[in-house]
Every structure is written in C-alpha cells, then in structure tokens.
C-alpha cells in the first residue's frame, strides 16, 4: 500500500484484539502502510505474515523487517518456530502477536475506518460485474467527490482490508467491491467496511462449485447489508428473480433499479464495438465498454451515484471517461480485431459475449476461441455441454475450445456440423489459431482467468491499437 509518511494507526489502538499481545524493542508508535508481501514493505510499515498454501508469511518476517517494516502481525503458534522474538530483539522491531492473523488484518482495517465518519462507504458485490462496475461508480462520483476505492481487484479477504487503508482524511466517498471463494466471506468483508450503501449486480453460477446453487449464492450475496443498522441503502437489480429474496428482512431502504427505473435516461443506442450511445438528462453521452452485460453495469453505478448523490454533469462526465479494463472486453485493433474478455468465464457471462458478438454486423469471418469455465463443480459438465448446443446457432465460423472442463463441449459439437477444433495445449492453439485467421477476421478470446488465454494476442497482434494508441501484449493482470 501507498504511504502518505504518517502514522496510519498506533500500535495501541490494536489493543482490544482478543488477547493480542505487543512485544516492542524499537521506538516506532505505529505503522505508516500495511503489506502481506515482504517485497512491497515499506519504510515504517506493518507487515502482515499469512499462511498459505505454498508459503508461509512467518518466513518472511526477517526480510520484511529488513525491507523497513516497523512491525509485523503474528500468530502466536508460529513464534518460537521461525524464531520471531530473536529476529525482532535483533533488528530493533515490534512484533503483534494474535491468535489469527487475517482476521487481526480485517479488525486493525476496520478500527483504522471507524476515524472517518463522514466517509460515504459503497460496497458492490455479485457473480459478475464487479469490478467493471466499481470502477464506472468511481469515474462518475469522483467527477464530483473526492472518491477512494479499491485498486484493481482488491476485494477479497485479504485485498479489501489493505485497500482499506488507502482511505484518507480527504476523501468524501469509498467504493469497494467484494469478491467470494468461500462461504462466509461476504459477512466477513461487510464486517470491516460497514457499507451505507450496498449494491448487488446479479446473481449468477459463478462459484456455484463452491456454494452449490444459486440460492445458496444469493444467500451468501444477499450479506453484503448484514451490517446495516436501519439506515442503510440497498441497491438490488430489478430483473433478477430473487429480488424478493435479496430484500426480505434488508434493515435499511431497498432500491430496484435497472433500465426502466432513471427518469433522467432519454435512450441508448448500441454502436457495437465502438460501445452505447447513452442519452442522459437531455445529453448524448458515449460510453465505450460494449455490450448489453456492460450497459448493465453503467445502470448499477448510476443507480450507486444517485444515492451519493452527484449531478447529471458528473454522470455523464463519468460515462464518457471510463476504458476497458485488462481482460474485461479490450478491444485490440489490428489486421484482426480481438475482442480480449479473458478475465472470468461463466455461463452467464459466455452467453452474454457470444450474444454481443453475433449482433454485430461484422464483414469478415467470426472466430471464438473460448477457454473452460472453472468453478462450476457438479454443474461443470451440464454447463459445458449446453454450450456446446449453443455454439452451431451462432455466427461463428470456426470455434476453437480450450481445456480439460470444455471436452463436453467439443463432445457435443461432433455432431453439430460446425467447424471446431479442441485442444488442452496452449502451444497447440497457438499455432492452429496463427495459422486459421486471416486479415478482417473478428476473434473472440473468452475464458476463465486460469486458462490465461491473452496469451493468444501476441500471437495474433505482435503490436495492437488498444483505445487508439499501439501497445505490445498486455501483461501481468492476475
């Protein structure tokens, strides 16, 4: 995290932790940043050591204390295995010592928010659409307020309590998604933030491997107002099916929105790849991202800003001044066009790209090159295998699949007489794919973020146009 050089928190205002424990042999009061990588640490830090599956964060206390870390937060359990009092006594630092790291991490996030009273707290949260729709809520309240939010895709367990700590004195609004791997973790993340306006954006299959129906992923979404107090806003789409559901027993305000529900929308007129044309309180505004599931998104987040509330100026200011994001519907320009939604894959998600696609009066040939969509346990193969009937009504020209979770599928496309090919070689799509295209081709790239299938761009664009400049392969987006 960025430091400003200041005292984020005192060392003893981590005091109520149950059973926490400071054991201090330098002269440092608190910590000016906070980090669970011991590369990122910065001078006067804290230094958060987690255990995971391939790394344990004690082992890296020593080089984290060294990078500048004031003070690291420990397990009490892990003290006298990596020899933390030594290393601390040695170096002149502080140790916290709790029961549970990650969960002092939420709780020091949590009393580090409570300085900021007047902070407008957003959370959003759903199966799909959350960071996109974080990120058009910010454009436009930050058109008008001075807006935090999360950097990137900073809404897990971890992610959110450290973008906690961005927030300043200055600033008038946070927006902060929230992400899920597990059952539970969206009470947790409401637990730190204490949102006063909360937004779901759809309830989908993503994860239903791990929550195992869609009620139960409602269930899990609809705690994202589990910390309202009566006063809270809650902001859930008009046309899903458990509206109902998700706004039974909501203690707060609950607010439907979608299309239908602005007086203030005059219209909007697909441009294709080039986005929407959105006429806002008498204006025609033109906003880039394009696609139905993104339109979809930019009424969440006006639905978002008019609860701040901000003017019809910032909406539309906001509108015109969001981009693509890495993975989430780049379009990248060159003797084909790519569509590079790479970022997550989901039924509803792969339906919503395949139908922009064939809406588009395209000259050229249509390509999808569509990659597994994981997470889906027992519903995995049903998925796939509706995909594959899906597939021959589409206007595609050839199809090429990817991975192990997709051979249903390809299963299912043997006898649809479309032209596919099927493979779990990266290097063998490559080629296959190198060799297919040709100039004028349209290329979908869609697929779960595992599958990595950016990849595919360089290949197909060694130098691309994204948004009007030339830029090599994209890179890093994890």
């Known amino acids: 995290m960025i430091s400003d050089g200041g005292v984020l928190l005192e060392f003893t205002a981590l005091s109520p932790f149950p059973g926490a424990e400071l054991l201090s042999f330098g002269n440092a009061r608190g910590f000016s940043s906070v980090s669970i990588d011991s590369r990122s640490v910065q001078e006067g830090g804290l230094f958060t050591a987690l255990s995971g599956s391939a790394h344990d964060g004690h082992a890296f206390v020593e080089a984290a204390f060294k990078k500048g870390a004031a003070a690291a937060l420990v397990e009490r359990q892990k003290i006298e295995t990596f020899n933390l009092a030594r290393i601390a006594q040695a170096l002149g630092k502080t140790l916290i010592i709790v029961d549970n790291p990650l969960r002092a991490l939420q709780d020091a996030a949590g009393i580090y928010l409570k300085q900021f009273s007047r902070l407008l707290k957003i959370a959003i949260t759903g199966s799909s659409g959350k960071t996109t729709t974080k990120e058009i809520a910010a454009a436009i309240i930050g058109a008008e307020k001075n807006t935090v939010m999360n950097p990137g895709n900073y809404n897990s367990e971890t992610g959110l309590p450290l973008a906690v700590f961005a927030v300043r004195a200055c600033h ?23 949102p006063d306006v909360a937004l779901i954006t759809n309830i989908g299959s993503a994860h239903i491997g791990i929550l195992g129906s869609k009620e139960a992923i409602a269930e899990e979404k609809k705690n994202i107002f589990a910390q309202f107090d009566g006063k809270g806003i809650a902001l859930i ?53 394009p696609g ?12 978002l800003a008019q609860e701040v509330p901000v003017g019809a100026q910032a909406i539309r200011h906001g509108l015109e001044s969001v981009k693509p994001l890495f993975g989430r519907g780049e379009i990248l320009h060159g003797r084909v066009t790519v569509i590079q939604d790479c970022y997550n894959s989901n039924p509803e998600s792969v339906i919503g790209a395949l139908e922009f696609c064939d809406s588009l009066d395209w000259p050229g040939r249509t390509i999808y090159v569509l990659g597994e969509m994981r997470e889906l346990g027992e519903d995995s193969r049903a998925a796939h295998e509706e995909l594959g009937r899906l597939l021959p009504g589409s206007k595609a020209g050839m199809v090429f699949l990817f991975g192990d979770e997709i051979r249903p599928a390809a299963e299912i496309l043997k006898t649809g007489g479309l032209s596919f090919m099927y493979t779990c070689d990266i290097d063998e799509l490559s080629r296959a794919l190198a060799a297919y295209v040709r100039d004028g081709d349209l290329v979908l790239l869609k697929g779960s973020r595992g599958c990595a299938l950016e990849r595919l761009s360089s290949v197909l664009l060694p130098a691309v146009t994204c948004h009007g400049h030339t830029c090599r392969r994209h890179e890093g987006a994890a």
Do not use: C
């Open 172 to 194: 008038e609004v946070g927006v902060f998604e929230m992400g899920m791997n597990r059952r539970g973790e969206i009470a947790e993340l409401a637990g730190v933030l204490k």
């Open 237 to 289: 789409p008009a046309d899903t099916p458990f509206r109902d559901f998700l706004a039974h027993g909501v203690k707060g305000r609950t607010v439907f929105y979608g299309e239908e529900s602005f007086a203030d929308l005059g219209g909007v007129r697909n441009l294709g790849l080039d986005g929407t044309e959105i006429t806002w309180a008498g204006q025609r505004v033109r906003f880039a991202l």
């Open 292 to 303: 139905r599931h993104n339109l979809a998104n930019a009424f969440a987040a006006i639905a």
